[in-house]
Each structure stands twice: as C-alpha cells, then as structure tokens.
T-cell receptor, first 113, second 114 residues
Framework: EADIYQTPRYLVIGTGKKITLECSQTMGHDKMYWYQQDPGMELHLIHY???????EKGDLSSESTVSRIRTEHFPLTLESARPSHTSQYLC????????????FGEGSRLTVL | AQSVTQLGSHVSVSEGALVLLRCNYSSSVPPYLFWYVQYPNQGLQLLLK??????LVKGINGFEAEFKKSETSFHLTKPSAHMSDAAEYFC????????????FGRGTSLIVHP
C-alpha cells in the first residue's frame, strides 16, 4: 500500500495552461522531493524541501515552483505549460538524516500539446 | 560531487540465467549506495541499500549487491532471472556527510526472454 500519493497520474493539456501536480505523504517525513524523469536519462532533481516553509531548487533548472505549507503536502505548479514540459514527474520523501533512502509516489505523466 | 554510471542501457537475459547489472560511482567520501526498481507506469521502490558493515547486501526478490571500495562498484546480481524481473533498475549514491540527497544513474532496462 502506497504511503505517498500523486495526482493526477496522467494529464494531457494545451500550451499556456496552469497546472498543479499534487503530492501527499502519510509517513511524517520532513524531506520531500520532485524529480523529472525522461526515457533513458537520469532522474533529475528539480525541487526539494527540508520541511515546512523550506523549498530549494535542485540540479536541473525548472520553470516550475513548489510550496510546503504542511508537512504532508508538496505540490508542484507550472504557471504556463509548454511542450518542453512534457515528462514524468516523480515525488518522493525521506526521513531527515537517515541514509538518503527515498520513498516514491507512482508518478504524474504530463503531456503538453 | 558524486556521480553514478550504469553500464548498458539495456541488458537482455534468458529466464533462469544470471542477472548482472553494473554500477560504478564516484564520491569524495565513503558513500551510501542504493538500487531501486521501477515497473512500468509505477514509481521507484527500494531493492537494497548499503550504508555500513557487511559489503554483501541482500535485498528483495532474490537480488543482492556487493560494495567494492577498491573498484568503486556496486553491481546488482540475481542467480536466476524470472519473467517478473523485467523492469528498469536505477543505481543511486548519497553522501552521508552532506545532504543525503541521492544522485541517480540513467537506469538499466532488464529484458527477460522465455
């Protein structure tokens, strides 16, 4: 049973639309992450958070933004989607200071037409 | 800075044959090492991890990996492949003296033939 949930699982939208990908976890983890995954490529870290009111940009530059108002919730927003944003987005969480083991959601596959 | 190299984007084996997926890393400090598996249309789940202690680590579904510091390697093996092992496998490294945020390799797609 998954303890980290992502919605929507699949989304097809037109260029210029605003979208929010939701991520929630019930494990009480402080750290949360967003990764972008494209076929045959590394998972690229685009955002992470150490806890409430903490957000940091990852290694891969992204036009998306995130917020962390509650421990369990870490939504990702694109103000104006473009075809270049077409990708799979994976949310993950981990306990602070413990090995770096991540717990992943099932992913949100975004297609921008 | 840390990095991970997975040799071979695709590995093809017959059912019942040995599975060997290669992972080499670079890290300025003794790392923590992980293997994750991703089945189609799902997120990643942890197969096994090395933090400290015994260098041969056993994971779920019969997989194991050995940390070899001298070779900076953490190869994943399974004695006998099953059709259900067909998936994408990711090696990852994290820095225990830093942020713990893992760096992932590009993944290896395991194909199992009947």
């Amino acid at each position: 049973e998954a303890d980290i949930y992502q919605t929507p699982r699949y989304l097809v939208i037109g260029t210029g639309k605003k979208i929010t990908l939701e991520c929630s976890q019930t494990m009480g983890h402080d750290k949360m992450y967003w990764y972008q995954q494209d076929p045959g490529m590394e998972l690229h870290l685009i955002h992470y958070s150490y806890g409430v009111n903490s957000t940091e940009k990852g290694d891969l530059s992204s036009e998306s933004t995130v917020s962390r108002i509650r421990t369990e919730h870490f939504p990702l927003t694109l103000e104006s989607a473009r075809p270049s944003h077409t990708s799979q987005y994976l949310c993950a969480s981990s306990e602070t200071g413990v090995t770096g083991e991540l717990f992943f959601g099932e992913g949100s596959r975004l297609t921008v037409l | 800075a840390q990095s991970v190299t997975q040799l071979g984007s695709h590995v093809s084996v017959s059912e019942g044959a040995l599975v060997l997926l290669r992972c080499n890393y670079s890290s300025s400090v003794p790392p923590y090492l992980f293997w994750y598996v991703q089945y189609p249309n799902q997120g990643l789940q942890l197969l096994l991890k090395y933090t400290t202690g015994a260098t041969l680590v056993k994971g779920i579904n019969g997989f194991e990996a050995e940390f070899k510091k001298s070779e900076t390697s953490f190869h994943l093996t399974k004695p006998s492949a099953h059709m259900s092992d067909a998936a994408e496998y990711f090696c990852a490294v994290s820095d225990p003296g830093g942020s713990y945020i893992p760096t992932f390799g590009r993944g290896t797609s395991l194909i199992v033939h009947p």
